[in-house]
Every structure is written in structure tokens, then in C-alpha cells.
């Protein structure tokens, strides 16, 4: 099929704004028991009845986390809503509902935000989540988005970063430095796109990181999976900014050390043999890349035999007692102080 040319753009200021929100959100549906009026009114009324809500909200700015010269508008929707839940999750906690909104400029049109919308609205299906409000606005700026997500957790079972105990195992889910490789390929590729505008790069080779950073996904299916092997971690946070920073705020908030070993540390074999054609470290980008989106936790000692050999969880390291400091222990067996270098918004 040919590509159209000159596709119809139709301009925000033809809609205005409670008809661009009506027209972005009709396709919107409500399946969670506890949402009782969604969108339409002048706010969401939500019943939880004897649970316990939790409330993230997270700021995505155009040119500071993410550049759309790269970044599909379907995926941007998609990602802005994994980040939340992601927050959502690392409380033991189950999302339920989100608003989302946006700042525009008028560079975007109508169709540019259905693209947004249209990855929004698919993760709310996958994760089943309703989309309960939000607001739309003018910038002069470029996209702003903006999601709150609610969730709900039995009371009693939440999980703080402040619970974690001296010989607590230290785990995390699924494998570390994907995402901030993947970036990696995407910025040189950008780069060599402006050289020559005709060149089409072939990422097949890297599909893995690429996703990883494009189109991440978030834990609800460990939440399910520690509920099912009865654990329940001493403490929890989701990996967004590197692993090394995540671990030091669960050290911070709990008053104890770590001890981490990097030998445990799960590598995609993707990520080691980009990491090796970019002449980086492997073990310094697991633990300062950022955007996994994994959960670290900490459990206690007894737990082990429950998840031992769950190819889900990965034990990297141990609670210490707080006197001992935080410590990488290399695979030479030097013990090297855990620094926090990874993403940092107000400094990039």
C-alpha cells in the first residue's frame, strides 16, 4: 500500500479542549469494580472499601526523557503509563486506575495524539487499568505528559524500602541494562541520520535493548508471583534510575549495608556483546542505566528455598548491618563502595 504524502493533520483548535478530550477518550472502557464514575465528570469517584490505595504520578518533558525523532508517539503512551504502574507495583500493590495529561503544542495534531492515545489506551487493556480523567492544556514547549496511577494492596501488605533487615537476601526480577544500552543505539543511530537522512538503520540485531527502552513492561506479573509462592519482600522499589542508586535508597531507608555481588548481576547476552561493540563496561551500566523497570527487593533468608531456581528472581547480594557500608564485591573479590551515578532529571 503507498504511503500517503500529505495526510489530513487536523488542527487542535478545530476541537478545542473538552472535544479533543472527548474524542481522545471515547474509546476508553471501565473494568475495575472499585471505579464507579470515570471519565466525564468533574472528577473520578473511586470505592476501595477495606484496601489500602496507593498514588504515584510521574512528569514525562519532551527533550529531557524521551526525543520523538526516535521515540513513536504509540510507544510514548505505552511507556508513560509502564512507569507509573511500574511504581504502583514496587508497593506489593495492585493499579486500578490512571489520569493522564498532556500539555501540547500546536505543532502536534489531532492524529498525532491519537497515536499517544492509542498507546495508552493499549495499556490499560494489557494491564487492565480504567483511565479515570486527566486534563489537556497549551505549551509552548513541545509534550508534556503527565499520569497518576491508583492502586490498591490488602492492609498489612504493602511493601515500604524502609523494611529491609541485616542477612535479608537481596533480589531482583528479570535481567538489568537493557534499556540505557538500547538508548545507546537509538542516539547513534539518530546521529548517522543526520549525515545521511536516506539511511534507514537495521535494528534487528538489537531488538532486545531497543524494546527494552521503547516499549518497557512492568511487574504486576511478580506481584501475582510472590502472592502465589507466599513471599513477602522486607522491602521493594522499582529499578527507574540504576540499580546502584535503587539499592542505596533501600540501604538509606532501612539504616543497613549491602553487600552485592557482581558475578550474580543477570546480563542479557544482548546487552554484553553491545556493551563490548560500544567499549563500555557491562557491569557499569547494570548499575547506573536506569529505565529497567525491574523490582529490586530484599526477603528474608527463610524465603529462599520458596523462590530458589525461579527464573523470574535472581539473588544478587545480602542485607549487612549498616556500620558495613554498601559494597560492590568484584569478581576479583575487591569490595568496591556502591555509588549512586545513575539517571538524575534535574542535572541532564
Known amino acids: 500500500m503507498l504511503e500517503d504524502k500529505n495526510p489530513h493533520r487536523t488542527q487542535l483548535s478545530e476541537l478545542g479542549e473538552f472535544k479533543l478530550i472527548e474524542h481522545l477518550t471515547q474509546n476508553f472502557s471501565i473494568t475495575q469494580k472499585s471505579t464507579i464514575k470515570g471519565i466525564g465528570d468533574d472528577a473520578a469517584v473511586l470505592s476501595f472499601k477495606n484496601k489500602q490505595i496507593v498514588v504515584t504520578t510521574d512528569l514525562l518533558v519532551e527533550g529531557v526523557h524521551f526525543d520523538l525523532s526516535y521515540v513513536p508517539l504509540k510507544h510514548l503512551g505505552y511507556k508513560a503509563v509502564i512507569v507509573n504502574l511500574s511504581d504502583v507495583y514496587a508497593m506489593n500493590a495492585i493499579a486500578k486506575q490512571i489520569t493522564v495529561s498532556i500539555a501540547v503544542s500546536n505543532r502536534f495534531p ?32 513541545g509534550l508534556i505528559i503527565s499520569v497518576t496511577a ?24 528479570g535481567d538489568v541494562g537493557g534499556a540505557y ?16 537522512p536516506n539511511n534507514q538503520p537495521d535494528l534487528s540485531m538489537y531488538a532486545y535493548i531497543v524494546e527494552r527502552q521503547l516499549k518497557p513492561e512492568a511487574r504486576k506479573d511478580i506481584v ?15 529499578i527507574s534510575d540504576g540499580l546502584s542508586s535503587e539499592i542505596i535508597h533501600l540501604c538509606k531507608q532501612s539504616n543497613v549495608g549491602v553487600a552485592l555481588y557482581e558475578n550474580k548481576i543477570p546480563l542479557d547476552p544482548q546487552v554484553i556483546s553491545t556493551c563490548e561493540e560500544f567499549d563500555i563496561d557491562s557491569t557499569t ?25 525461579n527464573p523470574n528472581l535472581t539473588v544478587i547480594g545480602y542485607i549487612t548491618d549498616e ?10 573479590e575487591q569490595k568496591i563502595p556502591i555509588i549512586a551515578k545513575g539517571w538524575n532529571a534535574l542535572t541532564s
Do not use: W
Not at 181 to 196: A, D, I, S, T, Y
Not at 323 to 332: D, E, H, I, P, S
Open 110 to 141: 489531532v492524529e498525532a495524539l491519537e497515536e499517544l492515545y492509542a498507546g495508552i489506551e493499549t495499556a490499560a487493556k494489557i494491564y487492565n487499568i480504567d483511565v479515570v480523567g486527566g486534563d489537556t492544556t497549551s505549551s509552548t514547549s
Open 150 to 173: 491508583i492502586g490498591e494492596v490488602e492492609e498489612g501488605n504493602e511493601v515500604l524500602r524502609s523494611g529491609a533487615k541485616p542477612n535479608d537476601l537481596l533480589v531482583v526480577t
Open 181 to 196: 544500552m538500547g538508548l545507546q543505539v537509538l542516539e547513534r543511530e539518530k546521529e548517522v541520520f543526520k549525515v545521511n
Open 224 to 238: 501475582e508471583l510472590l502472592e502465589k509462592l507466599e513471599v513477602k519482600p522486607t522491602s521493594m522499589i522499582d
Open 285 to 309: 551500566i547494570a548499575l547506573n542505566g536506569g529505565e529497567d523497570y525491574e523490582l529490586l527487593m530484599t526477603i528474608s533468608q527463610e524465603d529462599h528455598p520458596k523462590i530458589k531456581g
Open 323 to 332: 556500620n558495613n557500608g554498601m559494597y560492590l564485591v568484584t569478581r576479583a
